[in-house]
């Protein structure tokens, strides 16, 4: 996925956004556009370090009252 801004500063996915993608994309790279045609290169653990994935709900059987 790319986000690109038309502006003098990064921009990254916000909060729900991030949450959103690691729901149905776990495993996403980010291409991150920036000031003067610089982009960055960010996996997405990497910007929403412990998600609440899929992954949390397997094997979970216990019982929460």
Do not use: H, N
């Not at 291409?31 to 998600?51: A, H, K, N, Y």
Request: net charge negative.
């Amino acid at each position: 996925m790319a986000v690109v801004v038309d502006r003098d500063s990064w921009a990254y996915p916000c909060g729900a956004c991030r949450q959103v993608m690691a729901e149905f994309a776990p495993g996403l790279t980010l291409f991150i556009g920036g000031p003067g045609g610089q982009v960055r290169t960010v996996r997405l653990e990497e910007l929403l370090p412990m998600s609440f994935t899929r992954k949390d709900l397997e094997g979970s059987d216990t019982d929460a009252g």
